[in-house]
């Protein structure tokens, strides 16, 4: 695990084509990504971290699908929770289509999107990426 480099670039963006998840804002805000590489180095996993005040916004968690059920997705959502906490974020947000089981096992429960602070609500996935059927998930980092 490692953060992302230019060079990740077009191999994040497959990975997230073929996840169904969008690429917009990838390129801009690639300092808020990391990328799981396998042992030779081979681009295996991606997720973006983006922080907005004292929350943060997990996003574009994806695997490539020969890749799955290895645990990658785990140590990447880990990974994001963890530098959350290094910036002292009190909760981390996410916005999913399909996926809000999965993502209750990492501590994340569905809120209404009315209750989003302000730094989610005007995020490019808020606003304009994620549709408005999307479920708004949290996971609070302090008690």
């Known amino acids: 695990m490692r953060p992302a480099r230019t060079a990740d670039l077009a191999m994040m963006e ?28 081979a681009l295996q996993g991606v997720v973006g971290l983006e922080i907005y005040g004292t929350v943060g916004l997990l996003r574009s968690v994806a695997v490539l699908a020969s890749a799955r059920r290895r ?16 910036r002292d974020c009190e909760a ?8 809000e089981r999965y993502f209750r096992r990492f501590g994340f429960t569905a809120i209404g999107r009315d209750d989003a602070p302000a730094g989610i ?23």
Do not use: H, Q
Request: glycine share 10%; net charge negative; charged share 25%.
């Open 92 to 99: 981390l947000y996410l916005l999913t289509l399909d996926a």
């Open 121 to 143: 609500r005007g995020s490019l996935e808020f606003t304009t990426l994620c549709p408005a059927s999307a479920v708004l998930m949290r996971r609070m980092l302090v008690a």
């Open 14 to 41: 497959d990975v997230l084509e073929a996840s169904g998840l969008p690429v917009e804002g990838v390129r801009e805000g690639l300092g808020r990504f990391f990328v799981y590489v396998d042992d030779g180095g």
């Open 71 to 86: 645990g990658i997705a785990s140590a990447l959502i880990e990974i994001a929770v963890a530098r959350a906490r290094e």
